[in-house]
């Protein structure tokens, strides 16, 4: 049984035992191939979540009527990436042991990888669900076949063809998208396509992996690899009537760089898309 936090997510405070979503941070940033900081992630959205109300208006849901704990980051070897993704991958399978949803903040894209591993061993037909601005694709990056750049390519390793939706796209190597184009559903630039993909999934396992950057910019400038182009906070909120009509067994959000934004703004806009994705989930 995991222990409780000091600092938590807003209202996040139920015991282990009634929860059934466990919140883990994974602080862990060394692969980052441009602007590092991710690691900071978490700890900022914790501490700013108690800018938020905890009653959403667009879901008409409180955070106070669901069960949600809080264990607190992990401890990340920054020297052995192996380490690092071992310790995610067991907090993982023991959260998923005791029938609890895991729900990670990541920390750069890579964390993904090993969470996804742990809900496959319990989920076999398991599908995987992307937001984001990059493929993530690539075979391998600077020679290491372990990146945020490559997590996607990795899971797909294991899920096999077809079992990756992704969403949001605007960049990536042309091999990637070639790649995709055999091997993932991948929609370009927004989240059109969603409502069908939904709809076909709607009874099985599925992962949801969000990396802060399929957001544009000029609303989230505060991330590693910023892309022109994305979506919008409204059109996340519209996707909250699609995504609450899945079976999603495990979840994340990744990719804030609290440091690159000054004005606290991304890191609000993040704080605010764990808690729609809570009450979304419940």
């Not at 060394?30 to 900081?37: A, D, F």
């Not at 264990?71 to 991958?89: T, Y």
């Not at 599925?206 to 022109?228: R, S």
Request: glycine share 6%; proline share 4%; aromatic share 10%.
């Amino acid at each position: 049984m995991l222990t409780p936090n000091i600092e938590t997510f807003i209202a996040c405070e139920s015991s282990y035992e009634e929860a059934q979503t466990v919140l883990f941070g994974a602080p862990y940033d060394s692969t980052t191939s441009y602007r590092p900081g991710t690691r900071f992630a978490s700890r900022a959205i914790r501490s700013e979540s108690f800018g938020l109300e905890t009653y959403s208006p667009y879901q008409d849901k409180d955070l106070e009527e669901i069960q949600v704990f809080d264990s607190g980051d992990l401890e990340l070897s920054f020297g052995r990436v192996d380490l690092a993704l071992a310790d995610i991958k067991a907090r993982t399978q023991t959260i998923l042991a005791d029938n609890k949803r895991p729900f990670m903040i990541g920390g750069e894209h890579l964390v993904t990888l090993p969470a996804v591993e742990a809900t496959f061993e319990k989920y076999p037909d398991l599908q995987a669900i992307q937001f984001d601005a990059h493929t993530d694709l690539r075979e391998a990056y600077l020679d290491a076949k372990l990146s945020h750049a490559t997590v996607i390519r990795r899971i797909h390793d294991f899920l096999g063809d077809g079992k990756i939706h992704q969403f949001g796209i605007r960049s990536g190597e042309r091999a990637e998208f070639q790649f995709a184009k055999e091997h993932t559903n991948l929609h370009k630039y927004n989240l059109e396509g969603l409502k069908e993909t939904v709809a076909a999934l709607k009874d099985t396992p599925v992962y949801l992996t969000i990396d802060l950057d399929v957001f544009d910019p000029g609303v989230f400038p505060g991330t590693g690899t910023p892309e022109a182009g994305g979506i919008f906070f409204m059109e996340f909120v519209e996707s909250l009537k699609l995504i609450s009509q899945l079976n999603i067994v495990a979840l994340d959000v990744n990719e804030l760089s609290p440091a690159l934004d000054q004005s606290g703004a991304s890191t609000a806009l993040a704080c605010k898309v764990v808690r729609e994705l809570l009450l979304a989930i419940h």
